[in-house]
């Protein structure tokens, strides 16, 4: 199971930066650029809530599922 962050592309959407979206949330740059990039194992529904309010975007706009493919699996004709 993947989860890929779309993050990049709501905040280039709402022209806003990583900075400023960080300081109106309330949470660090460093953690903001951490879930950013993927590789937050974790976010809270909190920091997801707060996330949405400041770029008036719903959760699926910003987390994506992916299912993983499965090793050797054919694909079916």
């Known amino acids: ?3 890929r962050v779309n993050l990049d592309r709501v905040l280039l959407e709402r022209r806003m930066s ?3 979206l960080a300081e109106r949330v309330g ?5 903001l650029s ?12 909190s920091t997801l809530s707060a996330l949405c309010r400041e770029l008036d975007c719903q959760p699926a706009d910003i987390l994506v599922y992916e299912p ?6 054919v694909a079916a004709e």
């Open 34 to 45: 951490i879930l950013k990039t993927g590789k937050a194992r974790a976010v809270r529904f």
């Open 27 to 31: 949470i660090t740059l460093a953690n």
């Open 18 to 20: 990583l900075t400023e």
């Open 68 to 73: 993983e493919e499965e090793e050797g699996k």
């Open 1 to 3: 199971m993947t989860i």
